[in-house]
């Protein structure tokens, strides 16, 4: 076999052994990914200042491991969960709900919002917590969004406060997608005066 063979076989091989590593679980792709979009939002050219110190850090919750993927849980019991056919988020939930939160808060006018890179770590006042839950329950057929915050003030007091909103919905992707969005909202607008 000559040399040049050889190479196009071997170019062969790879590509094949590529396609393996690049498949989406052996199926298609899905059709449209869900994602969370801010009710309110700052208009273009909006501009906020004020000191860094002053500043509230929105930090990204923590999830619990059946919140660290990127599909829409499904609460069928007490003791057992599934997800939600042909509901996939864009990004983890817990990014997209801290988009949504840091999104509202601006709006708000309550605070100025730090985000992203170091500089958030130099506002004295952090906004963490927890995102429990941001699915669908089966048994009530409501979407589902929880949220415990903790809010880290720069005298060292910490305060927290669980937020929760049930939107009714279909057990389908675009209807649960849609029913979420609209309840991380309602949580978002309710943190954004809690903070305020």
């Known amino acids: 076999m000559t040399m040049t063979k050889t190479r196009i076989l071997a170019a062969i091989a790879s590509l094949a052994a590529l396609s393996g590593c690049i498949s989406l679980g052996g199926g298609d792709p899905p059709d449209q990914l869900l994602t969370l979009t801010p009710s309110v ?6 501009a906020a200042e004020g000191q860094a ?8 919750p923590a999830v619990t491991q059946r919140l660290n993927v990127t ?3 499904v609460t069928t019991s007490d003791s057992s969960l599934a997800y939600l056919q042909d509901a996939f988020w864009v990004e983890k939930p817990a990014q997209l ?11 708000k006018g309550n605070r100025l919002v730090l985000g992203g890179g170091e500089l958030e770590y130099a506002a004295q006042t952090q906004l ?6 941001m699915g669908y329950d089966a048994g009530s057929g409501n979407a589902v969004v929880r949220f415990d915050a903790v809010l880290e003030l720069p005298d060292g007091t910490i305060r927290t406060r669980r937020f ?3 939107v009714a919905a279909l ?3 675009t209807d649960v997608g849609a029913a979420l969005n609209q309840a991380a909202n309602t949580v978002a607008d309710a943190v954004a005066e809690w903070v305020g």
Do not use: H, K, Y
Not at 98 to 104: G, I
Not at 128 to 133: A, R, Y
């Open 53 to 60: 110190s002053a500043a509230l850090a929105v930090q990204v």
């Open 164 to 166: 929760e909103e049930s």
């Open 128 to 133: 963490s917590g927890q995102l429990v839950d």
């Open 71 to 73: 599909r829409v849980p």
């Open 171 to 173: 057990p389908v992707a």
């Open 97 to 107: 709900f801290r988009n949504v939160l840091a999104e509202t808060i601006r709006a």
């Open 41 to 46: 939002s700052i208009p273009a050219g909006a």
